[in-house]
């Protein structure tokens, strides 16, 4: 039994034996592969030391370096880093934020950030000597890694040239940035256009840069940055009804000022219904909007061209009488020489030239009172009116108010003339053409000239003639005056022959032919009797005295002592059509 046992105890101490050794065969092999291992990790590490060209596998901001010495990797770094771009958007929504439309993404080149291909040389040198410089043992990791996976290398600032980064960013930022757009309209002949507000943004430079920065550095191709708000005005309805509504004007001229009125349009729309639509439209949108349109037909720019370019009628007198008289004329006429008439204005002698006062400069002069001739304060401001008139008719002006005298004057054709008065008759006429015109007078040697400028825009010209339908002759009356000689006469009163005169407008073509022959007016000239004055009779034996002329008409040229039965220019009941029109007309006064 001993025997068995000790056999039994040799056996298993036999087994014992055996799997102690084993486990020492298992630790020895895994060192040794340990041991191989680590060479063979030394081996590569060494090999990549030694490595005169990148790692394969190896990219520089994704272009492929692997295998390419430092001048074969710059070569292909600058045939296409440079051209790479970055992606840039604006974080925000614009629709629903007051913008036109979503802002579209910008883009920047890597060349346009100072990653020139100047600069390729030095990205590669400096890749290859991180390469080349890391510690031993990292780098057989290193190239472990790219068999499997390529080996991205990024950019840094020291990569750059940093004027060019910042340049680059500061004009991304300006070209990404949008002004404000106020809300707008626009009329056209048919319509109103509206054009919604739309806001504007700032991109922050500094911001930019460094999300750039940070995007290059990560080898991102897109970045998205945040920006400011810039508020946009918003349009008024009520302000664009405001500005095109009312009357439609042409443009005008302000004397005062010296300067051309612009022309206003005249438009008619529902503001109601523009304001709902403006509110439905998308920002920067244009809508338009239904409106009655009346656009004017000349333009600032249009009159600009052709302002007083024309003289249209002209009418010249002689200035005659007593130097009160004359003075009175001079100061009239200057009263209203420059005036300025837009289309659709009405003159008026008596508003323009005002009270003839003492004050003002004027003095007395022969004037008609009730019929008798009387020194007057302001007599002979007739003929400056009357030489206007006749202007006008000649410039085929539209009269609105005109008077013939109570006598016929001897300075101006027969009904031709018009009487004005303080707190009486005036003389107006309204500026019919489509342009501003300008009325101008000078005296001069004894001359009166007044013209009328503005734009002439037919070849219409006016020659104006009369006809003489009746004529009153006048009587004498003697009247017994005691304080005159037995016998003597004196003539009191000077007479008047009496007509009455129809005178027609006659229009003319550039060729000549009438156009047009309308009646203008009617004067009725009174007549006014020889008043004698004669002394007591005289004894038998004595002889009568002839009358001896009065002087009341001698120094007033406003009237003739007579006038022939019928004018020098009556015209038949078909006028004759005259070579050519006369501008000016000039009388010499009475003589008398």
Sequence with gaps: MDRVANENKQIHMGGSRTKKGGGNALLIALSLTAVIMAGAYSALCAWAGSRTVFYPNETIQGVSVGGLSVDQAAQVLASSLPGQTISVATAQKAAAEGWAEEAEPASITLAELGYTTERCQGIAQRHFDEQSSAPFFSRGARVLSILTDSGEGGLNPEDRDEDIFQAGAARLAE????????????????????????????????ALAAALDRAVSAGERSVQIEFDRREAEELSIQDVYNAVSGEMKNAGYDAAAGAIIPEQMGASFDTASAQRALASAAPGETISIPADIQMPEITAEDLKAVLFRDLLGECTTHVGGTAARVSNVKLASAAFDGTVLNSGDIFSYNDTVGQRTVEKGYKAAPAYVQGETVDEIGGGVCQPSSTLYYACLLANLEITERYAHRYIPNYITRGMDATVSWGGPDYRFTNNTKYPIKVTAKYENAYLTVQIWGTKTDDLTVKMTYDTLSTTPFE??????????????????????????????????????????????????????????????????????????????????????????????????EPPVPEEPPAVVVIPPSEE
Excluded: H, W
Aim: net charge negative; proline share 11%; charged share 25%.
């Design 175 to 206: 070209d990404m940035a949008r002004e404000p757009q106020s809300g707008s309209y626009e009329v056209t002949d048919s319509e109103i256009l509206l054009t919604k507000q739309s806001n504007g943004r700032r991109i922050g430079v500094n």
């Design 476 to 573: 004498e009356v003697e009247q017994l005056d005691p304080t005159l000689a037995p016998g003597a006469r004196q003539v009191k009163v000077t007479p008047y022959t009496g007509c009455k005169v129809k005178t027609y407008r006659n229009v003319f073509d550039g060729s000549g032919a009438l156009v047009s022959s309308e009646v203008e007016a009617i004067s009725d000239y009174k007549s006014r009797n020889r008043l004698v004055l004669v002394g007591p009779p005289k004894s038998e034996g004595e002889t009568s005295t002839p009358a001896i002329p009065g002087t009341p008409a001698e120094q007033n040229p406003d009237v003739p002592a007579d006038i022939p039965a019928s004018g020098p220019a009556e015209i038949p009941a």
